[in-house]
């Protein structure tokens, strides 16, 4: 992979581990930062450190939605460990593109608030 070229685009390397790169993620992101993921305990992590969190699949959300997930999350985890079946994770939502985006500029326009130096 080569990365564009791009001042303000680099790439990172991380280890083969399976949660490698979202270490580096959750560790990486602060008060600012905009983070688009599905997956429940990064954005969790992310929005812990002041970071925004976007679902590609819907809309913004907050800190106490990612708490019920991973206890969700949990609870299904022990669920199937006793061997019973859970019904897993739940589809994208392909029916609300303009809320998506929508919230996707809402978010970076935050981010930008909070990051660039207000004028004198």
Known sequence: MRPPGLP?????LVGDGSDAADDWIGRAHRRGDLCVTSDVPLASRCLAKGASVVA???????????????AGRELSRHLRELGMKTRGARGADQGRPIEVFDALDTAVHKALRETLPHPA
């Open 8 to 12: 303000n685009v680099r790439m990172i």
């Open 56 to 70: 590609p699949e819907r809309e913004r959300v907050d800190r106490s939605e990612y708490r019920g997930a991973l």
